[in-house]
């Protein structure tokens, strides 16, 4: 997942881009059909086929798409069709800047496309294997001029890196950075190397790195740099004359790009950058796109030019890893869907100020591309499956649960983290924040936070054991086991999975704890002076030894730095990775592990002051608190990587 760092909820914003995440919850949703059901709904949509026509499309499209702008405050939108190696539709909606009131066009206003753009990536990985420069099944170590360390026995491959399984933690990137400052594609794969934290080919963790690792290879065997490579070997075959991976774009193609922006009632944003951009960059228009999408359907073909074999065309888009069989799984470089009993494969992306969705049908010779320069609402997921149950309506029964097959929920409740996640340094806390809850309703069904609708979270009622879907829509989830018994959550989206948090990770723990601790320090800091001038007013003093003092005055240090610990670097780390604040940074870790030092001297106040007479049952009674509320924060800052001073990924 990409994520980013220039505003407090940007890393809820950046994933959007790592694969698409929340784009594919609802788009890549399937459906369970018996094969007698899958066979009406093929006869029924044979006889709908008609009214596929472009006035059909177009009229849809045109009552669906500008109430949602308007909703969502997005500023431009730009959709196209293809259907048996034709533009059925294609249209821009609104505007590409607000404004200068420069309308979106199919043919001249570029996109940044985001994660879709990996699919180029791969595209140029197979043309490589292809011609026996590269094996998809052969360590990537030999193909590099730096090495993966051997974390676990099994070497990383190409066919780990195309499915998301190579088991690299989460790369952090700063999308302000100013082009002119980006780090060569070597720079930024040297210096961020992730550690692996899930041995490859088991569990699906999308990677962001893993995809720029892979154009490097690229640029590596082809000896010309990536953005090269797709140029002369993909964008130019296929007569995509508005389409380049170069940040910032080319002198003729910038007048063309569209403005990023995160509403359409606010100012535009500055250009995104992304440095490991295999993975990320490309800007394309939607007539590029179709192109693109034929040349897919047509198994590598469009028209005369052929920029795969259909052989290979065929081993990438076909079905190459799964969580569970019965589910939607991985292509080499696709996801995998199942909609209305139609197989799907596509990849959608977003940026801080664009979203973006590619999905190819390839028994329907059907491809659809939305991209828009906001970032609100959930509009290509619901373009894409409003068109779909339109022209492609659902006549496939749905199963419900029996009452033999109904079994206690109760043991499935309870917060998720995906695999997609930071384990060993400071972006850990990003798990904590990110973490997804199963909770009950009243109904007898359960939901899942990632599966809702604008925010309106869907019930979802079992139909077997272990097995959930939504009672108003298409979406599933499946709980099983790993090797180890730990729960996990298998969704519509196959390049993650959701594991169950230990105990001590829990969200509803931690912000609990932390947050009592954040009253405590607060409480003993401000009463500090309060008590002060209490005394002072009546006259009291306070009977202390000097050694009492001391140690009094040295705990509420310790909870003065506790306190600013956790409240500058709170607001600090939403900033963050960004080289210019490590060392800031890093004076407030000095600040925190002086505090977490101070926990000593709470424990040994704790602990004397039971056999001190001369303090009242307040002050010890505060003392234990206090001591408590120092041990939850260094448990706290341990388990988070708080003090990790490695701020690169």
């Not at 140029?231 to 910032?248: E, K, N, V």
Request: hydrophobic share 45%; with cysteine.
């Amino acid at each position: 997942m990409l994520h980013f760092s220039d505003s407090k909820n940007r890393s809820q914003v950046a994933r959007l881009l790592a694969g698409g995440v929340l784009a594919f919850l609802v788009a890549l949703a399937p459906l369970t059909a018996s094969g007698q059901s899958e066979n009406v709904q093929r006869h029924q949509l044979s006889e709908k086929e008609s009214a596929l026509t472009a006035q059909g499309v177009a009229m849809f499209f045109d009552a669906l798409i500008p109430p949602q702008m308007r909703r969502d405050d997005i500023p431009g939108v730009v959709v196209a069709l293809v259907k048996d190696g034709q533009i059925l539709f294609a249209k821009g909606y609104g505007y590409a800047d607000v404004a200068a009131k420069r309308p979106v066009t199919v043919d001249t206003t570029l996109f940044r496309i985001a994660s879709i753009s990996k699919l180029f990536t791969w595209t140029a990985v197979m043309q490589i294997v292809e011609q026996g420069k590269i094996e998809l099944d052969r360590d990537v170590n030999e193909y590099l001029d730096f090495r993966i360390p051997a974390t676990y026995p099994q070497p990383i491959t190409l066919r780990h890196l195309m499915m998301h399984t190579a088991g690299f933690q989460e790369a952090l990137f700063n999308s302000a950075l100013p082009p002119n400052q980006l780090p060569t594609l070597r720079e930024f794969l040297v210096a961020r190397l992730p550690p692996r934290i899930f041995p490859p080919g088991e569990t699906p963790a999308y990677s962001n790195y893993g995809g720029a690792l892979a154009g490097y290879i690229v640029e590596r065997v082809s000896g010309q740099p990536f953005k090269d490579y797709a140029d002369y070997h993909i964008f130019q075959p296929l007569g995509m004359r508005h389409s380049t991976f170069a940040q910032p774009l080319p002198g003729s193609l910038e007048p063309l790009l569209a403005r990023g922006y995160r509403f359409a009632s606010e100012p535009p944003r500055n250009f995104e950058t992304v440095q490991p951009y295999p993975s990320g960059s490309m800007s394309s228009t939607a007539e590029d796109m179709t192109r693109f999408m034929i040349a897919q359907l047509d198994e590598g073909r469009l028209g005369n030019v052929r920029i795969l074999k259909p052989e290979t065309a065929r081993i990438m888009q076909n079905r190459g890893f799964g969580p569970i069989p019965v589910k939607n799984g991985m292509a080499l470089a696709f996801f995998e869907g199942l909609r209305n009993g139609y197989r799907s494969i596509g990849h959608a992306g977003g940026l801080p100020s664009f979203r973006s969705q590619l999905i190819l049908v390839p028994d329907l010779r059907l491809g659809f591309f939305l991209a828009q320069n906001g970032i609100n609402g959930d509009l290509p997921n619901l373009a894409w499956n409003s068109f779909f149950d339109r022209f492609f309506p659902n006549a496939a029964l749905i199963t419900e649960a029996t009452a033999d097959t109904v079994a206690d929920f109760r043991p499935l409740l309870g917060y998720y983290k995906g695999s997609t996640r930071h384990e060993t340094s400071i972006y850990k806390l990003h798990s904590l924040f990110n973490q997804r809850r199963v909770f009950a309703n009243a109904d007898g069904t359960i939901s899942f936070d990632p599966v809702n609708e604008y925010g309106r979270h869907k019930r979802m009622r079992q139909i077997s054991p272990m097995v959930y879907r939504a009672v108003d829509g298409q979406e599933r989830i499946e709980f099983r086991r790993d090797i180890k018994g730990n729960l996990e959550i298998v969704g519509d989206w196959s390049f993650i999975v959701s594991q169950r948090v230990p105990w001590y990770e829990n969200k509803w723990l931690n912000i609990t704890i932390i947050s009592a601790s954040v009253a405590v320090f607060a409480l003993t800091l401000l009463l500090w002076p309060v008590g002060a001038l209490t005394r002072r007013r009546y006259g009291h003093r306070l009977k202390l030894s000097r050694a009492s003092r001391w140690v009094r005055t040295l705990v509420r240090l310790t909870c003065a730095f506790n306190l600013l610990f956790l409240w500058a670097g709170y607001n600090l780390f939403w900033r963050l990775p960004d080289s210019s604040l490590n060392l800031r940074v890093h004076l407030l870790q000095a600040v925190g592990i002086t505090g977490a030092a101070g926990t000593l001297i709470a424990l040994y106040d704790a602990s004397r002051c039971w056999t001190d007479r001369e303090r009242w049952w307040f002050s010890k009674v505060h003392a234990i608190i206090t001591a408590f509320a120092c041990l939850s924060f260094v448990g706290f800052a341990l388990i988070w990587h708080l003090f990790d001073f490695s701020l690169g990924s």
